[in-house]
Each structure stands twice: as structure tokens, then as C-alpha cells.
Nanobody
Framework: QVQLVESGGGSVRAGGSLRLSCAAS????????MGWFRQPPGKEREFVAT????????DYAASVKGRFTISRDNAKNTAYLQMNNLKPEDTAVYYC??????????????WGQGTQVTVSS
């Protein structure tokens, strides 16, 4: 029901900032919860942040809390991840996620193709 395309990744020095964007197309985007996940080299994909469909409720992994900010602009069908004070351990492929609830405890997940973030010390 939705297609996701991430952008904004790149290479930065430790302490730098990047803003990732997730452009969505398709139907019912504004009712989807959105999230960002990342996959470091050789590791499994891990949770970074989520934001509910109204944009007023957010959650963050402890490792990024205080440094990253997730937001969304439903009018533009876009979600964002502002990443400040980047650390080498933030190096990963970052994936955008859309979660569509089909029942109170059941949902469908959609994923973007990922964008590389590399942080050097």
C-alpha cells in the first residue's frame, strides 16, 4: 500500500549531523506509524526511533535518545530523522519503516531500500 525511499545518508566526522528523509508514495500514508531502523555492518537490523501517525508520540532507542529526532510531515508524505552529534557506532544502513495496523495487535510492515550513514572518528 505504500512505497518508501530513503535519502540523505553520507559520510561525516564524529560530532557531525545528517538529516535522513523518507519519501512515501501510495495510499493511507497519514495513518501509518513510521519508524527508522538501522543495520550496522555484520549485525542484525535494530530499532532507532518511531513516531505515531499524528506525529505527537515518539520513541527512541537509548543509544540515540537526545541526539536523534524523528518527525513527519503528512502533507508532504515524508518522514525525517535528524541525527546530531553522530558517533562511529552510528555507522549503518538506515531503513525507513511504515507500519499499518490491520487490527489492534496486528500490523503490516513496509520498508525502504536503505541509505548508508558512515561516521568516522
Amino acid at each position: 500500500q505504500v512505497q518508501l525511499v530513503e535519502s540523505g545518508g553520507g559520510s561525516v566526522r564524529a560530532g557531525g549531523s545528517l538529516r535522513l528523509s523518507c519519501a512515501a508514495s501510495g495510499r493511507t500514508y497519514s495513518t501509518y506509524n513510521m519508524g527508522w531502523f538501522r543495520q550496522p555492518p555484520g549485525k542484525e537490523r535494530e530499532f532507532v526511533a518511531t513516531i505515531n501517525w499524528t506525529g505527537r508520540n515518539t520513541d527512541y532507542a537509548a543509544s540515540v535518545k537526545g541526539r536523534f529526532t524523528i518527525s513527519r510531515d503528512n502533507a508532504k508524505n515524508t518522514a525525517y530523522l535528524q541525527m546530531n552529534n553522530l558517533k562511529p557506532e552510528d555507522t549503518a544502513v538506515y531503513y525507513c519503516n511504515a507500519r499499518a495496523y490491520v487490527a489492534p495487535s496486528k500490523w503490516d510492515d513496509y520498508w525502504g531500500q536503505g541509505t548508508q550513514v558512515t561516521v568516522s572518528s
